[in-house]
């Protein structure tokens, strides 16, 4: 069992009390790195799901004030700050990142509610210039009602951070699920709200099964607002369950990134890149690149190069410092990167390096061997279909053109990443290109001061910067004479 002085409760945490009992039995949390059980956590559904909207329906009666709101906001950024490293060590043991990357992520984390404390101040009243038609227009930001904020095992901090410090800034109250599989972070956080004594049923967490808590957070009519990041599939269930109720969504979607090398790009500088963009949390991110696509005249040089850095990476347990590459999250995971690895060798794509796993690793551990693939053939389905793993598929490109349709020809449109020295075709592609965020020579992801979200199927709506703190709020006209 998992001890840890930020979870002296293993539960869910509803109208200001945590609750421990549940007639539906627990999810158990497991460590993937070595398969070890780390906590039981009562298995909540749709009859807590339906009082913790309740609650927070009940606490939006009482409004808070931007400056209370804002306080709020610095104490959880501080009280983060403060309990990095516990916090961190909770991501490694139930998530499996390196515990570098479990620091980064709670200092990521705690810039989303920085960010929006500072900056309370777009989400004032303010009047339109001069007179319109005679009279006085206002325009006020009023929060979006009761949200419900649905999370994914990746980053267990940081995706639930993102649109709960925009939920704050607007004034919501926040019903919370957290992936099941990694719920432990999440109750970690709420331990360091409750000693806050923030008002009770503002700020709810429910565990449980997804199915009912989705079901109860699409259909229940004081929910105004669902915040999901997770995949394109559940996404869509979503916005199909909750059309009946003209409800607002805001989606963040799978990514399929490609990573585009032209035949002038900085061959050393692409190559750094793709090892930090694309091996963060072993590969299981929605901006890591997925089609690493590379101009032909330069596909040999960037393949060597790839290869050499890859087969140095080390394999192990996220608490060993040395280790570069966690476990996957689960046996599924491992299972999905191997149907990749093994339909893109049998269409043709070559094995260029694959790192050899250490023996002593846990046999229960969820590892998998990092792996370069070259001449990826164009029908390959990690082309078509996010891994979300270790694994460098390399397909090459002839022309800009040929880049820029190959880039574009998915459903996706969240991340994408271009190399190349030459200006005037790093503006051309990138107007080309359909996706949300893009790296101009540089894999870095999203920041807490920048709007970030999808284009076509990876989403609706924006995380970050102002335009997060906008989601969450609805906009309302006054207009006197
Ligand atoms: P992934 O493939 O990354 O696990 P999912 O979309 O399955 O992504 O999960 C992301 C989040 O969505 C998790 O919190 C998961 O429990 C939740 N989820 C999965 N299915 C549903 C559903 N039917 N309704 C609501 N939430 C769901």
Not at 150 to 173: E, H, Q, R, V, Y
Request: net charge neutral; proline share 5%.
């Amino acid at each position: 069992m998992l001890n840890s002085p930020l979870l002296q409760q293993i539960s869910s945490y509803i109208d200001g009390k945590w609750i421990n009992a549940s007639n539906r039995g627990v999810i158990a949390v497991t460590n993937p790195a070595n398969g070890e059980h780390l906590a039981d956590v009562p298995d909540l559904g749709a009859t807590e799901t339906t009082s913790a909207v309740e609650a927070a329906a009940r606490a939006l009666l009482a409004r808070a004030s931007l400056d209370e709101r804002a306080r709020w906001l610095t104490q959880i950024h501080q009280a983060l700050l403060e309990n990095k490293h516990e916090l961190a060590r909770i991501i490694t043991l139930e998530q499996g990142k390196p515990l570098k990357e479990s620091i980064a992520e709670v200092e990521y984390a705690a810039g989303f509610f920085h960010f929006c404390a500072a900056n309370m101040g777009q989400l004032e009243s303010h009047s339109l210039p001069g007179r319109i038609r005679g009279s006085e227009w206002k325009i006020h930001h009023r929060p979006a009602g009761v949200v419900g904020l649905i999370t994914p095992w990746n980053f267990p901090l940081a995706m639930l951070a993102k649109k709960f410090a925009s939920a704050i800034a607007a004034g919501c109250a926040v019903v919370a699920k957290p992936a099941d599989l990694t719920p432990l972070t999440c109750i970690a956080l709420w331990q360091i709200l409750d000693q806050f004594h923030l008002p009770a049923g503002r700020f709810n967490l429910v565990i449980g099964k997804a199915g009912p808590i989705g079901e109860v957070l699409c259909a229940h009519p004081a929910v105004r607002l669902i915040s999901f990041t997770g995949s394109t599939v559940v996404g869509r269930l979503l916005m199909a369950q909750a059309a009946p109720y003209v409800k607002r969504l805001a989606l963040e979607l799978g990514g399929n990134a490609p990573f585009m090398v032209f035949d002038d790009a900085d061959i050393e500088a692409a190559v750094n890149a793709l090892m930090l963009n694309k091996f963060r949390c072993a590969g299981q991110t929605c901006v890591c690149a997925n089609r690493v696509l590379v101009a032909r005249s330069v596909q040999k040089d960037f393949t060597d190069a790839i290869a050499a850095r890859v087969a140095a990476l080390r394999v192990g347990d996220g608490l060993d410092a040395s280790t570069d590459i966690g476990p996957l999250i689960n046996r599924g995971a491992v299972e999905k990167v191997n149907r990749h690895v093994t339909d893109a060798l049998s269409k043709g794509g070559r094995q260029i390096v694959e790192v050899k796993l250490d023996p002593a690793l846990s046999p229960n551990g969820h590892f998998r061997a990092p792996v370069v693939l070259g001449d990826l053939p164009r029908n390959a389905e990690m082309l078509v279909e996010e891994t979300f793993g270790p694994v460098v598929g390399i397909t090459a490109f002839d022309s800009d053109e040929d880049a820029v349709t190959l880039a574009n020809s998915t459903i996706h449109g969240l991340a994408a990443y271009v190399f190349t020295r030459n200006t005037d075709r790093m503006q051309r592609v990138v107007s080309q290109l359909r996706f949300g965020h893009v790296g101009l020579n540089t894999g870095a992801g999203p920041t807490p001061e920048a709007p970030f979200g999808g284009m076509k199927q990876s989403g609706i709506g924006r995380e970050g910067g102002i335009e997060g703190m906008l989601e969450f709020c609805e906009s309302q006209t006054t207009v006197q004479l």
